[in-house]
C-alpha cells in the first residue's frame, strides 16, 4: 500500500472528516500496540492514513503515547510523508487561541519517553542529523497549502515539548519563554525525531487553544475554553490538507 499522506491527530481530532471509501488497520509492531487502529481512505483525491494519537476516545495521556509503535505502523502502511496536528499554548505574543502554527525548530523538555528506535536490543545506533527537526519541504507545502485555503498561518516557531499531562506553571513558561519557546506543547517529542530516523518527511500543524500560563489575561486556564478554540482552529486542518494534497 502507498499512503499519500498520513495525519496524527492530537487532542481535539479524533477521526478525519471527510474521509471517503475508508478501512481499519490494526497493525502488529515490534514496540507493542500504537494508540489504535490506522484508518485509511480517499481524501482530496488521493490516499490519507488517519491515526488519532491519543486515541479516538481520548485514552492515552501525552506521557504514556507508544510514539514508537504509532510511527512504525504508518510507516508499515508505506506512508510517504506525516503531518502531525498538535495542541499547543501560546507564548508568543501574536500566538494566541485558534491561531495556527507550522513551527520550524523544538526544544525536548519531556523525560523517561522511549526516543529513539535504537532503544531495543540489537538495534543499530544511529547518529541523526536533527539541527532542522521538520522538513523544510513539508513545512513550505502547508504553508502554501493555507494560502491557497485563505487559512492565516504563521510560518515558524520554536515549539517547547514538555511532559504533561499537567499544563505548566508560570515560572516554567517563564523559563521556556526566555529558552527562546514561542509554543508550549506535550506532543511533539519524541514524535518528531522518531519520524526522522524513519526517515519520513514530517511537519508539524499546531493550533493554539490557550495562552500559557502567565501569557494572556486569564488569571486562569478553563478547559472549557480551551476545548472551544481547539475546535475552531481543528476545523481548518481538512481544508488546509486538502490543498496539500492537491498540489
Not at 527537526?133 to 502554501?144: A, G, K, M, N
Request: hydrophobic residues 40%; negative net charge; contains cysteine.
Amino acid at each position: 500500500m502507498s499512503i499519500d499522506l498520513a495525519v496524527i491527530g492530537g487532542s481535539g481530532l479524533y477521526n478525519f472528516p471527510g474521509l471517503e471509501n475508508s478501512s481499519r488497520h490494526r497493525i502488529d509492531t515490534p514496540f507493542g500496540a500504537a494508540s489504535g487502529d490506522v484508518v485509511t481512505g480517499d481524501f482530496a483525491g488521493r490516499k490519507l492514513a488517519f491515526l488519532a494519537r491519543h486515541g479516538e476516545s481520548h485514552t492515552v495521556p501525552p506521557h504514556r503515547v507508544n510514539y514508537r509503535a504509532n510511527l512504525w505502523a504508518l510507516h508499515s502502511l508505506g506512508a510517504r510523508k506525516v503531518i502531525g496536528v498538535n495542541a499547543v499554548g501560546g507564548i508568543r505574543a501574536d500566538m494566541g487561541p485558534r491561531v495556527i502554527v507550522v513551527p520550524d525548530q523544538i526544544i525536548d523538555y519531556t523525560h523517561g519517553r522511549y526516543t529513539s528506535f535504537c532503544d531495543v536490543e540489537g538495534a543499530e545506533v544511529r547518529h541523526i542529523d536533527f539541527s532542522e527537526p521538520y522538513t523544510e519541504s513539508l513545512r513550505r507545502e502547508l504553508i502554501d497549502a493555507a494560502a491557497k485555503a485563505d487559512i492565516a498561518v504563521i510560518d515558524g516557531g520554536c515549539y517547547g515539548a514538555t511532559q504533561g499531562p499537567r499544563l505548566e506553571t508560570r515560572a516554567e513558561i517563564a523559563r521556556m519563554k526566555r529558552d527562546g519557546c514561542d509554543l508550549v506543547g506535550m506532543t511533539g517529542m519524541p514524535e518528531a525525531v522518531l519520524a526522522r530516523e524513519l526517515e519520513l518527511p514530517y511537519a508539524c500543524l499546531a493550533l493554539v487553544a490557550n495562552f500559557a500560563a502567565g501569557c494572556g489575561d486569564e488569571a486562569e486556564i478553563s478547559i472549557e475554553e480551551i476545548f472551544a478554540h481547539l475546535a475552531a482552529a481543528t476545523a481548518e486542518v481538512p481544508r488546509i490538507l486538502g490543498h496539500l494534497l492537491k498540489s
